[in-house]
């Protein structure tokens, strides 16, 4: 191989590795210049292909439009043993109710989700705006024009999706006790003014994904 093909690969792997969210082709690009896009894409492939061909602890994953390197989920176990607690904070069952609803039937509005799952939401989707898997997206046009919601590129490295075509089947979410209505439902389409204002959302989430984590993917601290 080319030493300089070599060099350029070696910075790729290197970029991959210190960056806590997914790194883009145009990112890359901006970086090598004289190089074609799908060179740089090229070279992502062969440093994956190398990992799997070694079956190495590190994997190169493509999620929310990007590449991260995380650890393969064979060294789960070895991963776990050696931090012994995990500090990620997980999500609340209604948390992940809300954004279960929010993530199948965006746009959607608070009062849409409320009749859903049958109790007030307004501190969970605060909540959710504020750790940055969902945001406004829109109003409603019905009385009280209400703010409609869907999620964000936050929530598709939260759970190591490359895109919505990703999520999991809807009855899936049977084991978190969600029942998502069918598009006849008439509950479905309830209108309700929705007055109430939302919390700011917060500038950045908090980087492991709770669906990594149980798979063995994880970022590797530094």
């Known amino acids: 191989m080319d030493d300089q093909v070599q060099n350029y690969k070696s910075a790729v792997e290197a970029i991959l590795f210190v960056s806590e969210k997914p790194v883009v082709l145009d990112q890359l690009k901006e970086v090598f210049p004289h190089l074609k896009t799908a060179e740089v894409h090229d070279l992502i492939k062969q440093l994956q292909d190398e990992y799997v061909n070694r079956n190495a ?3 190169i994953v493509e999620i929310a439009g990007g590449f ?12 776990r ?25 965006q746009p959607v509005g ?22 940055g898997l969902i ?17 964000t ?7 190591g999706l490359k895109s919505l075509e990703d999520l999991p089947k809807i009855e899936e979410f049977n084991q978190l006790g969600v029942d ?23 500038d950045e989430m908090q980087e492991q994904s709770a669906t990594q984590e149980s798979s063995g993917q994880s970022r590797v601290n530094q």
């Open 57 to 59: 602890g590190m994997v």
């Open 68 to 79: 991260q390197m995380l650890s393969d989920s064979h060294t789960a176990a070895y991963i």
């Open 81 to 105: 043993e050696f931090y012994k607690t995990k500090t990620k904070e997980k999500l609340s069952r209604p948390a992940l109710e809300s954004l279960a609803i929010i993530a199948y039937k």
């Open 110 to 131: 608070r009062a849409e989700v409320e009749v859903i799952r049958g109790v007030n939401s307004d501190g969970t989707i605060a909540h959710l705006l504020n750790k």
């Open 135 to 151: 945001k406004i997206t829109g109003r409603k046009e019905v009385p009280g024009r209400p703010f409609l919601y869907g999620t």
């Open 153 to 159: 590129k936050e929530f598709l490295e939260y759970f």
């Open 180 to 202: 998502m209505p069918k598009a006849e439902d008439p509950q479905a389409q309830v209108q309700v003014a929705d007055t109430a204002a939302p919390a700011e959302q917060a």
